[in-house]
């Protein structure tokens, strides 16, 4: 199996903020967002696995300010880190005003996705990640601390077990 380069999956939508997007205040809705994330993060894993992938968790997602109507976001991902059968991508979104200006980082997350065999639908084995810019090297090796993190608050390892953040764990006496 070939390795990829970050590069190679990178994927982008963008979206003029329509007033059937937004609440009562006139800012989009959260869970639209959050739709539209996911969406791009599967596109970016698709990519990278050349496969069909699903989602199997999203980290931590905070909004820092309220995107307005008539706002015009941009919704990027990248993989930072391919497991065995599972990618990592970072998605960040940023708002601007339909004229380009006055551009924010309104938000990112992590995704993990899992590639899926075409036939049995089973897990398969995804292409190794090459990062290549220092950006990238850093999002590679801290990609091992966040899953362990995600493992172990979903129950699904020891905290005994996490090499990489055992020290968070420790003396919660």
């Keep these: 199996m070939k ?5 190679e999956s990178i994927s982008i939508m963008t979206e003029l903020i329509m007033p059937n997007d937004t609440n009562p205040l006139g800012n989009l809705m959260g869970g639209n967002l959050l739709r539209w994330m996911d969406i791009i993060a599967g596109v970016c894993a698709g ?11 999203v980290d931590h997602v905070s909004f820092t300010g309220p995107i307005h109507l008539g706002d015009v976001i941009t919704v990027q991902a990248s993989i930072t880190r ?3 059968t599972s990618v990592e991508v970072y998605v960040e979104v940023l ?11 309104s938000n990112h997350a992590y995704f993990t996705f899992v590639a899926l065999e075409d036939d049995s639908k089973r897990p398969k084995k995804v292409p190794k990640l090459v990062p290549l810019t220092r950006d990238e090297q850093e ?9 362990e993190l995600r493992l172990v608050l979903s129950g699904r390892m020891k905290p005994a077990e996490a090499t990489e953040i055992r020290t ?5 006496d």
């Excluded at 390795?3 to 590069?7: I, L, S, W």
């Excluded at 601007?96 to 924010?104: D, Q």
């Excluded at 999002?139 to 899953?147: D, G, K, Q, T, V």
């Design 139 to 147: 999002l590679y090796e801290s990609a091992i601390r966040r899953r």
């Design 47 to 57: 990519k990278h696995c050349e496969a069909h992938v699903v989602t199997a968790s």
């Design 95 to 105: 708002a601007s005003n339909i004229k380009g200006h006055n551009t924010r980082r």
């Design 168 to 172: 968070l764990f420790e003396n919660l």
């Design 82 to 84: 391919a497991f065995n």
């Design 3 to 7: 390795e990829k380069k970050v590069a």
